[in-house]
């Protein structure tokens, strides 16, 4: 069976790092094909197709936080609908065989989490900030363009933890300030809205869920949806209460509400049945090993 070759963008981002590692695992003799592709410039994303002649894309370059696209909302729109449609329009039109993997964001459901259960694939997209917005209109797009002969499959992430990971994030957040907690470079901990809560999964089981998109043998109708996430909610004083336990350390805990939640989201959980049902996926790495994982990164940072 000849290899696999994939197109990846974001590559070298967070969560595009440990793809690789994971496609590295599952995948050894994929051809991976990346580098500084400007998604904006569509004459270069036609020549990347069409001389790379790739099987399967993996899409994930986007202004990715809610901060990030906050300070910048222009650029947030281009990159993450104009680009996306550069990408989704030249495969559309040049290269209708290959599998499209789109991975967007749980972001997009906004107001709708304020329901308080966990939300299916059917749940209303109702941003609440730019960056969701930017990326509710490029899953939109992408649907639609599924319509079309796209065979794109929409990936819905909740939040996501591992190594490597910024610390505006909120796990890296707590884990950074417990790490310098145990290092002796400050003495209390500081956090806001502690009632919030996340729905996180572990990006390498995140990775597994787009790769098994590309992999699976029977592929997903064009236009799926799937909700990738745990189902579970985690609100950030339990979080910093299992790190804590985790560490062995004691800390003065601060509350600082000045500072608003970065989605303006009280809570997020939603329901991962879809993707087991299609994929056969499931989380699989612990919340210890999630834990111990980020804590560990954030003790080499501190002490380097």
Request: proline share 4%; aromatic share 4%; charged share 20%.
């Amino acid at each position: 069976m000849q290899a696999m070759r994939i197109l990846l963008t974001g590559g070298l981002g967070f969560v595009g790092t440990h793809l690789k590692t994971r496609l590295k695992d599952r995948m050894p003799d994929h051809v991976l094909i990346e580098g500084q592709l400007d998604l904006l410039d569509r004459e270069a994303v036609e020549r990347v197709v069409q001389d790379t002649r790739p099987d399967a894309c993996i899409h994930l370059a986007a202004v990715s936080s809610v901060l990030e696209a906050s300070q910048d909302t222009r650029r947030a729109w281009q990159v993450n609908l104009d680009g996306t449609m550069n990408l989704a329009e030249t495969f559309q039109q040049h290269a209708r065989h290959i599998r499209f993997v789109h991975v967007s964001s749980a972001e997009i459901y906004g107001a709708s989490f304020a329901e308080g259960v966990p939300l299916t694939e059917a749940a209303t997209v109702a941003p609440l900030n730019s960056y969701a917005a930017s990326k509710a209109a490029a899953d939109m797009a992408v649907g639609m363009m599924a319509k079309e002969g796209l065979h794109a499959v929409r990936m819905r992430p909740f939040t996501q933890a591992g190594s490597g990971q910024d610390v505006n994030a909120i796990l890296p957040f707590l884990a950074s300030q417990v790490a310098r907690i145990e290092a002796h470079r400050q003495t209390s901990i500081t956090i806001n809205h502690p009632d919030v809560g996340y729905d996180i999964t572990n990006v390498r089981d995140a990775c597994d869920a787009y790769i098994d998109a590309l992999t699976l043998e029977d592929a997903p109708a064009d236009g799926t949806i799937l909700n990738i996430c745990s189902g579970e909610t985690r609100t950030v004083q339990s979080m910093l209460n299992d790190l804590l336990e985790l560490s062995g350390v004691h800390a003065e805990v601060r509350l600082d509400s000045t500072h608003p939640t970065p989605s303006g989201l009280q809570n997020m959980v939603g329901d991962p049945s879809e993707a087991q049902r299609i994929l056969g996926w499931t989380a699989q790495i612990s919340w210890k090993n999630t834990l111990e994982e980020v804590l560990n990164d954030w003790r080499w940072r501190v002490r380097s």
